[in-house]
């Protein structure tokens, strides 16, 4: 788990040695039998690869990764000035309560669900997200 943008990610895949790397957006990165640069084609030859070398189908395959209901993103009007210290405040509010990630915002672990806020990089606004097993918790995380 590392900071999110095209560039940190890249940047940390390159220090840890790493032969791959991706984020939300669908940046995806493969150093292993490749250049290692974001290219959208690439993956998809790696996943026929994949497939090829099983005795499985895709749905088998997808079948088996767990299943979270998500928010999309959700943006809030924040001042550049105020965005990061907003981020560090509530990090540190929710920290005392609860196993808190602040790699980049923090994202505050709930058991079966998860609730992230970041300032964001590129524009004046909070970027908020939320994911749980289930629609009750997911609301309830919201709620939080």
């Not at 220090?15 to 957006?25: C, K, R, V």
């Not at 924040?78 to 309560?97: R, Y």
């Not at 524009?123 to 908020?128: C, D, S």
Request: proline share 4%; aromatic share 12%; charged share 30%.
């Amino acid at each position: 788990m590392w900071k999110t943008e095209y560039s940190p990610l890249k940047a940390k895949k390159k220090e840890i040695h790493s032969p791959f790397a991706g984020e939300m957006s669908g940046h995806i990165f493969f150093a292993d039998d490749y250049f290692g640069f974001d290219d959208a084609i690439y993956p998809s030859g790696r996943l026929l690869e994949i497939i090829s070398k099983i005795d499985k189908k895709l749905s088998e395959l997808i079948d088996k990764i767990p299943y979270f209901i998500s928010t999309p993103e959700i943006r809030v009007d924040c001042s550049d000035d105020a965005k990061f210290d907003v981020v560090a405040d509530l990090a540190k509010s929710f920290k005392a309560q609860y196993e808190t990630i602040d790699i980049d915002g923090a994202r505050v672990l709930f058991g079966n669900g998860w609730g992230l806020v970041r300032a964001s990089n590129t524009q004046p606004i909070l970027v908020l997200r939320f994911k749980a097993k289930i629609e009750l918790r997911l609301n309830k995380i919201k709620e939080i």
